[in-house]
């Protein structure tokens, strides 16, 4: 579940709590409250405890959903605010969301006028090739491949490539 963390930090500083002190008034492990204060994530018997030493309804703990973002505008605002790391790593579906994403930004700027859509591509050219780069690291492979966007069915295989799984290392086995 995930929980209005910033609420619970003001409930309990309201009651001049330390973290300690929350977590032996509730029954809970001290790192179970710094992760939910920090995180927000918390089962259902956490949110039970809070609520009842808050002595608060636990739907009002729990975070709301309009604040929820869907994953398409999560993954476009992730590749745009990371538009130039091309060292991070990026999961197929969020690359993919960027990806239809520029298609349908290129394809609207096409529309309007050739000179817009230039522009438009040199904008954003950097951030897809960032996204790109990440995904290939998280494929375990070079960004040089990126080049074969620019042969001739060379994006088959740049495609075959943003689509394959993370890659597992040897230490992640043993």
Known sequence: MKINSEQIKQLR???KWSQSQLSEVCG???????RLESTG????ETVRA???VFQVEADTLLER????EPPFFLAIKKSIQGYADFSGRTNVADYWWFFL???IVLAIAHVIHPKVNILTSLLILIPFLAA???RLNDAGQSGWWQLMWFIPFGQV??????????????KNKV
């Open 50 to 52: 809070l609520a009842a």
């Open 101 to 103: 994403a520029v298609v």
């Open 13 to 15: 500083k309201e009651k």
């Open 65 to 68: 959903q309009e604040d929820f």
């Open 157 to 170: 295989v740049v495609i075959y490539l943003l689509t394959t799984k993370q890659q597992t290392s040897i």
């Open 132 to 134: 790109g780069q990440r």
């Open 41 to 44: 994530k918390a089962s259902l």
């Open 28 to 34: 809970l492990n001290l790192r179970t409250i710094q």
